[in-house]
């Protein structure tokens, strides 16, 4: 029964992903036009990058809950808290981290900064900022970050995947000119000035999400046999899906031969790596 229900859950997914495909493929093809804006109601904006976010946000929370019990034995109370804590953190080392990085766009105007709907998140200022939060909570309720950490890895891992889509509404994070069948149309004013020619480009963002996805169910083929090293598993995958993305991106601040985002990823990896040797035992 257990096989059978799996087996229903991943067609069920196969199905989402197929009409997720179905609904995209105007968009891709230029046949309609994205908007970043979801709804609006008088002075209220609900904007898609906001939106996926947050949806990001409860999915992840949910698969939280439903894999706890079995195999980390945390309480409820202290996963929500935990998780307000690292959503809190994460939110604020995303924007500070994309804020610092390109300094010269706020100058002008300050107020900006504040403007998470309309997109500008680090994935490396998230991971640090939501770790920071994650460890100072550890302290106050006295469980291992690394316990916490490893909890959370594929939360993190899904609400990546998700909040990748919001940088497709918003027409930011695709690479470079192609002709792939899976090419992704880029309005004219969203298109950077050395391209003003050319209409399609690489889907980074898709890239992205369907990585993830590949990590996510590594990461659930891992949590059944050793739960302890999720957290260094995914600050290896994920820097490694990350740094050779970074090769198709255009919009990416440089730092010699590599982008910044790179050399980020190569440092987490170590970071990674360091814990999987170190680590051999449940926390």
Request: aromatic letters at 16%.
């Amino acid at each position: 029964m257990a096989k059978m229900a799996m087996w229903i859950k991943l067609a069920l997914a196969a199905l989402f992903l197929v009409g997720l495909g179905f609904w995209l493929r105007p968009f891709f093809a230029g046949d309609r036009l994205l908007q970043p804006i979801l709804a609006q109601w008088g002075d209220l904006t609900l904007h898609w990058y906001g939106f996926l976010i947050a949806l990001g946000i409860v999915f992840g929370l949910g698969l939280t809950l439903y894999y706890t019990n079995r195999f980390f034995h945390v309480s409820i109370d202290a996963i929500l808290t935990a998780a307000i804590w690292m959503i809190v953190g994460g939110m604020l080392g995303a924007r500070l981290v994309f804020v610092l990085l390109k300094w010269p766009l706020f100058t002008e105007d300050w107020t900006q900064i504040f403007a998470y709907t309309a997109g500008g998140l680090s994935i490396h200022g998230a991971v640090l900022g939501g770790l920071a939060a994650l460890a100072i909570y550890s302290r106050l309720a006295k469980i291992s970050v690394l316990k916490l950490a490893n909890l959370f890895m594929p939360a993190v891992v899904l609400g990546q995947a998700i909040g990748r889509f919001g940088n497709f509404f918003n027409q930011e994070a695709y690479g470079g000119p192609t002709n792939l069948p899976w090419k992704m149309f880029v309005t004219l004013e969203m298109r950077p000035a050395e391209f003003t020619d050319v209409a399609f480009f690489h889907p980074t963002f898709l890239y992205e999400a369907l990585g993830l996805l590949i990590i996510l169910g590594i990461l659930f083929w891992l949590i059944q046999r050793q739960p302890f090293v999720l957290f260094g598993w995914y600050l290896i995958l994920y820097s490694g899906l990350r740094f050779f993305i970074e090769f198709l991106r255009i919009d990416s601040d440089m730092w010699g031969v590599l982008t910044v985002a790179q050399w980020a990823s190569v440092a987490i990896a170590g970071v990674g790596a360091w814990l999987l040797i170190n680590q051999r035992k449940p926390v």
